[in-house]
């Protein structure tokens, strides 16, 4: 299709800040409308709740946002985030405790939401093409002839040529379709009923000697005998900007603390005193904020026959993930890089039927543990003995590729791709040299013998010995 002069991007958050970055190269003039009022600052606002809660930025993402607004990642580092190895700057406890540190090839940057908005923003306002319209609700679409043309403000109309939704979750778009004729588009669901409750904190100026850890991650037990219910918390003292952490728990399917007293009494019962005692050691800047709309949802607009021409979708207003697995603004980011890689000669069904296999990865991945719960509800879940087997194997076969990745490069090497969107899980376990390391590591597992040591006491300190190959032969 001939894309004409006026992109209208519906929504100012990631993904939408992200799809005016594709738009640009290719319309003369891109207009992104936002309901709130933005902030100038990196400042919380109501359309982005989430936004008080942790968020990993995964390599795919900050590749995809790099190859859109090339220095996002410098612009970034330099308004506080934090670039950091995680094997060997965070206290990780799996399993049965600790494990050990350990150099590998993945880093992560560390940085709030909010923080990530105001430099995305930032980098949109550098482009001369793109207008940020803020405080306007939109109410609708026109379209004629298979095609979208324009968005309603109420009384108001825009004409546009090309028209992205980054509305998220609550996105009507898919509602007005079917009014103007379309089909209602099938939709996939998955609620693993997930609770999150975080609160703010400033670090002290003097890190305690022992605090060589900047993230803390305790991971919910595998024991299946009596225990505190907090021992089934995923929980994370993440750093962010401004030497400040988000401390934030969360389950699937359990009550989570929503006051700051019951905040603190939970963080005591989690699986390692160091959490609450980390907490204890900082300065509380907010309130707990807690969030329950966490269900993976994918609205299959790519099954329509004759999807509308002019219209596309990125981020949670096509496919939403649950928020523990950190795939939204990484899939969000990916799926604006496909849409710019689709552009000029736009052809709707096949930027949808590229975008399907572009989000089926993270999906499946999602999938992978949230049918397992007997909580979950929605159109994918399994039956009662399916569920049982997904149940029984998900957080085991974790486990062993946590374990594997310690000890074997190959493996290592593999698992952060699939963690970092860079490969589906299938692929990682059909390499045959991943396999083997698997094979590999149980075997040796079974024997005592151990590479890497790993559950050390939780009731310790997490051990600051880097257990690196080099490292580790050297001390010889």
């Known amino acids: 299709m001939e894309l004409g002069k006026t992109a209208v991007v519906l929504g100012g958050s990631a993904a939408g800040l992200c799809a005016a970055g594709a738009l640009a190269p290719h319309f003369e003039q891109v207009l992104v409308l936002e309901r709130d009022e933005l902030p100038a600052e990196a400042e919380h606002r109501r359309g982005v709740p989430q936004s008080k809660h942790p968020h990993f930025l995964l390599n795919s993402g900050r590749r995809a946002i790099g190859a859109l607004f090339p ?3 410098e612009d970034l580092i330099a308004a506080g985030g934090l670039h950091l190895m995680p094997s060997m700057d965070a206290a990780y406890l799996d399993g049965p405790g600790w494990s050990a540190r350990k150099r590998s090839a993945m880093t992560m940057i560390y940085s709030s939401r909010i923080l990530i908005e105001r430099v995305l923003r930032d980098k949109v306002r550098e482009l001369a093409n793109v207008t940020i319209r803020e405080g306007v609700t939109v109410t609708g679409l026109t379209t004629a002839g298979g095609a979208v043309t324009g968005v309603e403000l109420g009384s108001e109309h825009l004409g546009a040529d090309f028209v992205v939704d980054a509305l998220g979750r609550g996105s009507s778009v898919g509602d007005w379709l079917v009014a103007a004729g379309w089909p209602k588009p099938e939709v996939q669901t998955l609620d693993a009923k997930v609770t999150y409750t975080s609160r703010w904190y400033d670090l002290p100026a003097d890190r305690p000697a022992s605090w060589w850890w900047r993230h803390l991650v305790i991971m919910p037990t595998l024991d299946k005998g009596e225990h505190p219910a907090e021992h089934e918390f995923l929980v994370n003292f993440f750093p962010i900007e401004g030497n400040r952490v988000i401390a ?3 389950s699937w399917g359990l009550e989570m603390p929503r006051t700051t007293d019951t905040f603190a009494e939970s963080a005591a019962r989690v699986r390692t005193p160091l959490f609450a005692a980390a907490m204890d050691r900082c300065e509380p800047t907010s309130e707990v904020h807690l969030t329950r709309s966490t269900g993976n949802k994918w609205r299959r607009y790519d099954r329509w026959k004759t999807p509308p021409r002019g219209l596309a979708f990125i981020g949670d207003s096509i496919c939403a993930f649950n928020p523990f697995y950190a795939q939204g603004i990484s899939s969000a980011s990916a799926s604006a890089l496909l849409l710019r890689e689709h552009l000029p000669a736009f052809d709707t069904k096949r930027f ?17 543990r949230d049918q397992g719960y007997a909580c979950a509800v929605g159109t ?4 009662e003995w399916q569920r049982r087997v997904v149940s029984a194997l998900s957080g085991p076969a974790f486990s062993l590729i946590v374990g594997a990745a310690r000890e074997d490069d190959v493996v290592d090497e593999h698992f952060a791709k699939v963690f970092n969107l860079d490969e589906s899980l299938g692929d990682m376990m059909r390499n045959p040299r991943v396999l083997a390391g698997l094979l590999r590591y149980r075997v040796r597992a079974a024997l005592g013998r151990h590479r890497v040591p790993f559950g050390f006491d939780p009731r310790a300190e997490p051990p600051a010995a880097d257990y690196s190959p080099a490292t580790t032969a050297a001390a010889r």
Do not use: I, N, S, Y
């Open 71 to 73: 220095g996002f990642e």
């Open 380 to 383: 994918e879940t399994l039956p």
């Open 352 to 368: 949808l039927a590229a975008q399907r296999k572009l989000l089926a990865v993270p999906w499946r991945l999602a999938m992978a």
């Open 248 to 250: 934030c728990m969360g």
